[in-house]
């Protein structure tokens, strides 16, 4: 297949394209705007691919959207600003891309009248207490990074209904793995304790998340783009749900850090208690998960672990001066 992959170059987008083109011989042009969290190592390994090719644009430019869509079949966007305390500080950009940047990838799928899947969040729904999130679940958003999500997801929805266009929705839970920017839960408590740094955990720590290993859900899309009944919404969770606090020591644990790392600092505003998504549906068109947390985590560790190379950059860079902005008073004031 043909393939137009929008923020291709960030973590799961890149997941997505290597497992494409590895395991499915697509030729995969990608558009990123190659913000902080692009990069372009991501792709390396598949830079010589037949056909790949990495555009620097904007979602929201419609004249960079029309030349790289080309004789592209099918849009897959992953195209976002994705963290969450970010959007708390910093909105801007999550209302200019989330919402904005996809109504020009719907209104270019729209003309060509192309298969268009997008990818969304389970934050759309908000907090849960008990059970699990369906697809019919209502949408109750809580930080403007999830609601910027919930207002493109009924963008696409409408655009369904209104145009018959031939898109789907995947929902999925909290991402780790390789290449995750280490403003992330897991990936800055890896860096951190390898480095012998803080550990920030929120709050209690006894927030719960559903964790998904990036390479289930790179599979769960390509289901969905593959098989996916055209107009319909799909969840995808990982096959565990854990405390933050107990990924905190597991990680402490695999990387031999000292536990009084651990920092117990002031809480995000707004924080979500629980997240858990009902992934029946997806499992209809044959998905299953393949990695379970535990094993996830020691690879996870292994890989930043042996991959300075990667990591070593971002440290050195903007994210330092993040880092400082976020944590730096929470930390010493603690
Ligand atoms: P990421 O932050 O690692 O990557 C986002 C990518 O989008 C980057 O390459 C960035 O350069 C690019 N981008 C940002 N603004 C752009 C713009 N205006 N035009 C073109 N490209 C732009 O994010 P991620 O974790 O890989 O998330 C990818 C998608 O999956 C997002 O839509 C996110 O909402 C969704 N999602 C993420 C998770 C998770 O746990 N990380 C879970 C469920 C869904
Ligand atoms: P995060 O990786 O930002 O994902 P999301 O907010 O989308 O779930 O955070 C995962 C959980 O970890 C969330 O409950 C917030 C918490 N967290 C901390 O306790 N400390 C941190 O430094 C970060 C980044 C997150």
């Known amino acids: 297949m043909r393939l137009l992959v929008c923020g291709g170059a960030g973590f799961i987008g890149s997941n997505f394209v290597r497992a494409r083109i590895e395991g499915h011989g697509d030729e995969v042009v990608v558009l990123d705007k190659l913000t902080y969290a692009g990069r372009r190592e991501n792709l390396q390994d598949v830079a010589e691919a037949p056909g790949f090719r990495l555009l620097h644009g904007a979602i929201e430019d419609r004249e960079a959207v029309a030349r790289a869509l080309g004789d592209a079949e099918a849009i897959v966007n992953f195209a976002a600003e994705t963290h969450v305390d970010r959007s708390i500080t910093e909105p801007d950009a999550f209302v200019q891309t989330n919402w904005l940047g996809t109504h020009v990838l719907l209104e270019a799928a729209r003309e060509r009248g192309m298969r268009y899947v997008h990818i969304s969040t389970d934050e759309v729904y908000g907090s849960i207490d008990d059970g699990s999130f369906t697809e019919s679940s209502p949408l109750a958003p809580s930080s403007p990074y999830a609601a910027t999500k919930a207002g493109a997801d009924l963008l696409v929805s409408s655009y369904v209904h209104t145009y018959?266009?031939?898109?789907?929705?995947?929902?999925?839970?909290?991402?780790?793995?390789?290449?995750?920017?280490?403003?992330?839960?897991?990936?800055?408590?890896?860096?951190?304790?390898?480095?012998?740094?803080?550990?920030?955990?929120?709050?209690?720590?006894?927030?719960?998340?559903?964790?998904?290993?990036?390479?289930?859900?790179?599979?769960?899309?390509?289901?969905?783009?593959?098989?996916?009944?055209?107009?319909?919404?799909?969840?995808?969770?990982?096959?565990?749900?854990?405390?933050?606090?107990?990924?905190?020591?597991?990680?402490?644990?695999?990387t031999g850090a000292d536990p009084a790392l651990i920092e117990h600092i002031r809480d995000r505003p707004g924080h979500d208690r629980r997240y858990s998504l009902s992934s029946e549906k997806v499992r209809g068109l044959g998905w299953e998960p393949q990695v379970r947390l535990q094993q996830g985590i020691e690879q996870t560790v292994a890989w930043y672990r042996d991959s300075p190379w990667w990591w070593e950059p971002i440290r050195s860079g903007e994210y330092r001066q993040y880092y400082e902005r976020h944590y730096g008073r929470a930390l010493s004031a603690d």
């Open 164 to 254: 018959d266009l031939p898109a789907s929705i995947c929902r999925g839970s909290n991402n780790y793995g390789p290449y995750q920017y280490p403003e992330k839960l897991i990936p800055l408590m890896v860096l951190s304790a390898l480095h012998g740094e803080p550990l920030p955990v929120y709050g209690d720590g006894l927030q719960v998340r559903n964790w998904l290993y990036v390479t289930d859900f790179a599979s769960a899309i390509g289901h969905v783009l593959d098989h996916g009944v055209r107009g319909e919404v799909y969840n995808v969770g990982g096959p565990d749900e854990c405390p933050n606090l107990e990924v905190v020591e597991r990680i402490v644990e695999l």
